[in-house]
T-cell receptor, first 113, second 116 residues
Framework: DQQVKQNSPSLSVQEGRISILNCDYTNSMFDYFLWYKKYPAEGPTFLIS?????DKNEDGRFTVFLNKSAKHLSLHIVPSQPGDSAVYFC????????????FGKGTHLIIQP | EAGVVQSPRYKIIEKKQPVAFWCNPI?????LYWYRQNLGQGPELLIR????????DSQLPKDRFSAERLKGVDSTLKIQPAELGDSAVYLC??????????????FGSGTRLTVV
């Protein structure tokens, strides 16, 4: 039973356009959400996070939106660049502190020139 | 500052053989995690340590997997004996106590295990 779902295994976007990656969750106890980026043969790298008390967090080209009523979050990348091509994982945590993360299966983002 | 260091990067073993993975977390990070990532899946938590204490090992297959974190710093994950289904990437991560944002949940590069 997957608690964090990324329903798009892959996404292709033209360079300079907006990339939107989606994530749904089923556990209403999740209160902290993170996005990770992963290149082949490397570990996941932290990208951006959001607490459940917020509905938006922005960091440069990256913005995460959280819709708690729909149990949905999305990552927007504007503008998309070739270096953004990677696998993006959505992750969630229950409670405060350093609890373990529950990950989605990932979305492979391909930025086309 | 060095990140989370894991070794070896790659390991190929025959089934029924033992194997061990090593992790050195970021200095000052009290919490250490071992995750397993199967092909086409996201990482799944195996065990979490707070200092030297395993506080969440509910997902660790205890019949063949074991882990230790002596002195609350480095950690070792062991599989004995390995099975074909254990082929995966084993990721170590460390975190501050708050586990938040850019300064928490830092992952190592992982160990890719292939069991033949």
């Amino acid at each position: 039973d997957q608690q964090v779902k990324q329903n798009s295994p892959s996404l292709s976007v033209q360079e300079g356009r907006i990339s939107i990656l989606n994530c749904d969750y089923t556990n209403s106890m999740f209160d902290y959400f993170l996005w990770y980026k992963k290149y082949p043969a490397e570990g996941p790298t932290f990208l951006i996070s959001i607490s459940s008390i917020k509905d938006k967090n922005e960091d440069g080209r990256f913005t995460v939106f959280l819709n708690k009523s729909a149990k949905h979050l999305s990552l927007h990348i504007v503008p998309s660049q070739p270096g953004d091509s990677a696998v993006y994982f959505c992750a969630a945590r229950v409670g405060g502190g350093a609890d373990g993360l529950t990950f989605g299966k990932g979305t492979h983002l391909i930025i086309q020139p | 500052e060095a990140g989370v260091v894991q070794s070896p990067r790659y390991k190929i073993i025959e089934k029924k053989q033992p194997v061990a993975f090593w992790c050195n977390p970021i200095s000052g990070h009290n919490t250490l995690y071992w995750y397993r990532q199967n092909l086409g899946q996201g990482p799944e938590l195996l065990i979490r340590y707070e200092n030297e204490e395993a506080v969440d090992d509910s997902q660790l297959p205890k019949d063949r997997f074991s882990a230790e974190r002596l002195k609350g710093v480095d950690s070792t994950l062991k599989i004995q004996p390995a099975e074909l289904g254990d082929s995966a990437v084993y990721l170590c991560a460390s975190s501050t106590r708050t586990g938040g944002g850019r300064y928490g949940y830092t992952f190592g590069s992982g160990t890719r295990l292939t069991v033949v």
